[in-house]
């Protein structure tokens, strides 16, 4: 095999810079080369741009297995995990990378989305509420069946990236929109059956334009999770019961 062939495509990106700490810095694209390498993520690609090219780039990163959610960022205009997207699949070679919108912005790719996250915890009351004599500490606690246990699962595998909220039309136009993740949360809690609130109490936290009956039904949180968790099985079941709470 000849050197040249055995030499990867050229890879173009085209990213965002912007740090907002900087006096008088204003937002740009600014394009990087770099050579591709087999089974190459996005996420690979951005760290030998930082260590080779630019150390100045800033873009978050931990786990970089699709668990921790923090690399999340939009690719080609979708949002999606930076660790998870091959840049094989982009057959031009051209990769265009944006912050999440939806969030404060740290720097370039780097979004506060913990800010978003804990204000949405507290906003909604997003823990378990027990009911009484369950916080006895020398109580036995409840053995809870298989099935619930599986949906309680099913839910809490969220990674907080915050894709569903940058890919919601709601949270765009409505900034105190709660967002996929917020409605996911509580539907967690409210299939819990250790948790003391009911119907009418959740109604009262979600049951507005703000919350479940705000979603436009676009399927955007779906469509994009990296998770592919059941955003919108979950909104709907918890627009039936906070409808059942009304009548």
Same mark, same amino acid.
């Given at each position: 095999?000849?050197?040249?062939? $055995?030499?990867?495509?050229?890879?173009?990106?085209?990213?965002?810079?912007?740090?907002?700490?900087?006096?008088?810095?204003?937002?740009?694209?600014?394009?990087?080369?770099?050579?591709?390498?087999?089974?190459?993520?996005?996420?690979?690609?951005?760290?030998? %741009?930082?260590?080779?090219?630019?150390?100045? %780039?800033?873009? /978050?990163?931990?786990?970089? $297995?699709?668990? &921790?959610?923090?690399? $999340?960022?939009?690719?080609?205009?979708?949002?999606?995990? +930076?660790?998870?997207?091959?840049?094989?699949?982009?057959?031009?070679?051209?990769?265009?990378?944006?912050?999440?919108?939806?969030?404060?912005?740290?720097?370039?790719?780097?979004?506060?989305?913990? #800010?978003?996250?804990?204000?949405?915890?507290?906003?909604?009351?997003?823990?378990? *509420?027990? #009911?009484?004599? /369950?916080?006895?500490? *020398?109580?036995?606690?409840?053995?809870?069946?298989?099935?619930? +246990? $599986?949906?309680?699962?099913?839910?809490?595998?969220?990674?907080?990236?915050?894709? &569903?909220?940058? +890919? &919601?039309? @709601? #949270?765009?136009?409505?900034?105190?929109?709660?967002? !996929?993740?917020?409605?996911?949360?509580? !539907?967690?809690?409210?299939?819990?059956?250790? /948790? !003391?609130?009911?119907?009418?109490?959740?109604?009262?936290?979600?049951?507005?334009?703000?919350?479940?009956?705000? &979603?436009?039904?676009? %399927?955007?949180?779906?469509?994009?999770?990296?998770? /592919? %968790?059941?955003?919108?099985?979950?909104? +709907?079941?918890?627009?039936?019961?906070? !409808?059942? @709470?009304?009548?």
């Amino acid at each position: 095999m000849s050197q040249q062939m $055995a030499k990867g495509r050229t890879l173009t990106f085209s990213i965002f810079r912007f740090d907002p700490q900087v006096p008088g810095d204003k937002p740009k694209m600014v394009e990087y080369q770099i050579e591709e390498a087999p089974g190459m993520t996005v996420f690979i690609a951005l760290n030998q %741009l930082r260590e080779l090219q630019d150390p100045s %780039l800033q873009f /978050d990163f931990v786990c970089r $297995a699709g668990i &921790c959610g923090s690399c $999340a960022m939009v690719i080609n205009g979708m949002p999606t995990l +930076a660790c998870r997207t091959l840049t094989s699949k982009f057959t031009d070679g051209k990769i265009k990378l944006m912050p999440l919108p939806g969030f404060e912005l740290i720097g370039d790719l780097s979004v506060n989305t913990g #800010k978003f996250m804990r204000e949405i915890a507290e906003r909604l009351k997003l823990w378990l *509420h027990p #009911k009484v004599g /369950d916080d006895d500490i *020398h109580r036995l606690e409840a053995p809870m069946s298989p099935e619930e +246990a $599986a949906k309680l699962y099913e839910l809490e595998r969220c990674v907080e990236c915050g894709v &569903c909220v940058s +890919a &919601c039309a @709601t #949270k765009q136009m409505r900034d105190t929109f709660v967002g !996929a993740v917020g409605l996911m949360k509580i !539907a967690r809690f409210e299939l819990d059956s250790r /948790d !003391a609130r009911n119907a009418e109490d959740f109604y009262h936290v979600i049951g507005n334009q703000d919350g479940v009956f705000g &979603c436009m039904t676009l %399927l955007g949180c779906q469509d994009n999770c990296p998770k /592919d %968790l059941p955003h919108m099985q979950q909104i +709907a079941y918890l627009r039936r019961k906070m !409808a059942v @709470t009304l009548v």
